[in-house]
């Protein structure tokens, strides 16, 4: 279904003329070598252009159409009027060793026997360019010497004739193309992408852009032992995809790749995202919804509130078919293969739908100072990891099923409940607005808990045991803090954990600890003393005992409690000071 549903996102990309057709390819392109007629180098154009990166701007090469360019790792392949110095020129950094040469030689054959019968002009100086031209002599050339250390850094370089590029010449054009289906494989069979009789793939082309991985590409589908190997079906024939469905969804997933806007990382996974009729209007929609930034939240409300009323959504001039299909691929490096952690298809409007829940289900009080309405999914799975670590980056298994889990509508994985537990524990009660609202999304969809049983803000009504422990602990630092303000540890420090998972070994002794603290806020502030011993008074009468032992859902509740009881607190505080 993979495959499939790339080599369909490909196909409107070509016919969107925005993807090379089969045995063309796009590369990065930073020079033009400028030919003359009797194939002397006249000199060099920078194809770059100029970009801002943030606030700076940086010159970046372009993408151009060229020849299918060859996968290698540490043999000598030459490509077709595309590649580096070390074949196009003979050249290097250093200057003209002998591997170098023999890439320069390698190069040499290539362009000779494919343009051997092309009489054209661009082909006549390529052909003259290549028997002419000496490595040796490179540095003496005056705007090459200039520009040595760009041009030798490992970019592309291309054949040029004044403003004409040699890859954009009819008869060159012709005979690559030509040469390009004399040389497909000969072992037939149906293609499983396509269900269509083809040339079977040996080797696929590589993926590149995975974070992680190789920089010269890995592959998504590739067979590299006999333990792989079935019916003595070796390398890729052990799972037959056709020459056409293996350029085809590698040419369209490289494409996802390098839209770097509509790529995002979770933990070590890669995910790409794309719409069935390839209009990147979706994309972006998509993007903003799953990792919002402060900046777009009223975007985002705007989106859910429009699809959820059955209203036209219109971006960019486009307006938004929530029976789309919608495709989430995430991938993760692998040595020199990628996995695959995920794959989700839905329509757009059943994608955006399962968002909004989750939203909704992750909604609680928070604090004044916090401008964002929505926590996307990465800063989420943030809350769970140590942030005083140096790999701030959650279990590798972990960001794939809470994606899934949230784009499906399915039980989030147990892992991230507990996860954010122990957080919490670790840094003794240390409650942030996003692990609040991890354990209540988590205890509504998991526990099948009522959201009114679970209220955003406070919920005084409620006479659920832990919810109530965790205000009352709530209350007794306050209490503590009401007392003496200028003390630097307080009762949460070094009593929170022991009070959230034992509260019987723990009340008691809080509360002997309160009737002295009370005593003190009563010599100073009369008021205050009767709120909080009206306030004790009502949380102590809902309880009938204090429980010996809470599991970790009860755990879970007790915290969401406290944390409530707790903003209340900062709210008052807040109203007090305004008015």
Not at 151 to 180: C, H, P, Y
Not at 238 to 247: D, E, Q, R, S, T
Not at 369 to 388: C, D, P, S
Not at 477 to 489: G, K, R, S
Request: charged share 25%; hydrophobic share 40%; net charge positive.
């Amino acid at each position: 279904m993979i495959l499939q549903s790339l080599v369909q996102y490909y196909e409107r990309l070509l016919a969107d003329g925005k993807a090379a057709k089969r045995g063309w390819c796009q590369a990065k392109v930073s020079f033009g070598l400028n030919l003359a007629a009797d194939g002397s180098l006249k000199g060099i154009y920078s194809l770059k252009k100029e970009v801002e990166r943030g606030k700076k701007t940086a010159w970046v090469p372009v993408l151009k159409t060229v020849p299918q360019m060859a996968m290698r790792s540490s043999g000598i392949s030459a490509n077709f009027l595309c590649d580096n110095s070390k074949y196009m020129l003979g050249i290097d950094g250093e200057g003209a060793g002998k591997r170098v040469q023999e890439c320069f030689e390698a190069a040499r054959e290539k362009h000779l026997l494919l343009l051997k019968d092309v009489n054209g002009v661009f082909a006549d100086a390529v052909k003259s360019f290549f028997l002419a031209w000496n490595p040796a002599q490179a540095r003496e050339h005056p705007q090459l010497s200039e520009l040595w250390e760009e041009v030798t850094d490992g970019s592309n370089l291309i054949f040029m004739m004044e403003e004409k590029e040699a890859q954009e010449d009819e008869e060159i054009r012709m005979a690559w193309e030509s040469a390009f289906q004399e040389r497909q494989g000969e072992t037939k069979g149906i293609c499983l992408a396509t269900g269509k009789q083809d040339e079977i793939a040996r080797i696929h082309p590589v993926i590149r852009g995975v974070q992680g991985a190789q920089s010269s590409g890995a592959a998504l589908v590739s067979f590299n032992a006999p333990s792989f190997e079935s019916y003595g079906k070796e390398q890729s024939y052990n799972a037959p995809v056709g020459g056409y469905a293996a350029f085809a969804y590698t040419t369209a997933l490289n494409a996802l790749l390098a839209q770097r806007e509509y790529v995002f990382q979770l933990g070590d996974t890669t995910v790409v995202f794309w719409a069935e009729s390839g209009q990147e209007v979706y994309q972006k929609a998509f993007s903003w919804s799953v990792e919002p930034k402060k900046d777009n939240q009223e975007i985002i409300k705007n989106i859910f509130d429009n699809f959820t009323k059955g209203r036209a959504l219109n971006i960019d001039g486009v307006s938004l078919d929530s029976g789309q299909r919608f495709y989430i691929l995430g991938l993760a490096p692998n040595a020199a293969r990628l996995s695959v952690r995920f794959f989700y298809e839905n329509s757009f409007g059943a994608i955006l739908k399962n968002l909004r829940a989750h939203y909704q289900r992750m909604e609680i009080v928070r604090p004044s100072w916090e401008e964002r309405e929505y926590l996307g999914i990465w800063a989420m799975l943030f809350e769970t990891v140590n942030q005083k670590s140096k790999d701030k980056k959650p279990r590798p298994s972990l960001p794939g099923a809470v994606l899934k889990a949230i784009l499906s509508d399915g039980r989030y994985p147990e892992s991230l409940f507990i996860n954010a537990l122990i957080r919490i524990r670790a840094e003794q009660g240390r409650i942030t607005w996003g692990r609040a609202a991890i354990l209540k999304a988590c205890l509504i969809r998991n526990r099948n808990l009522k959201e009114e049983e679970l209220s955003v803000g406070l919920n005084e009504q409620s006479n659920d045991v832990p919810y109530v422990l965790g205000r009352l602990f709530a209350v007794l630092e306050m209490v503590q803090d009401e007392a003496n303000p200028e003390l630097n540890t307080t009762i949460r420090d070094k009593y929170f954990n022991a009070a959230c998972a034992t509260p019987a070994s723990v009340f008691p002794v809080l509360i002997k600890l309160k009737n002295s603290h009370i005593r003190k806020i009563g010599r100073q502030k009369e008021g205050a003393k009767i709120y909080f011993e009206r306030l004790l008074t009502e949380l102590m009468g809902k309880l009938s005992d204090y429980p010996r032992q809470l599991n970790l859902e009860e755990q879970g509740r007790f915290i969401l409690g406290y944390y409530h009881q707790v903003q209340k607190r900062y709210e008052k505080k807040m109203v007090l000071e305004t008015s």
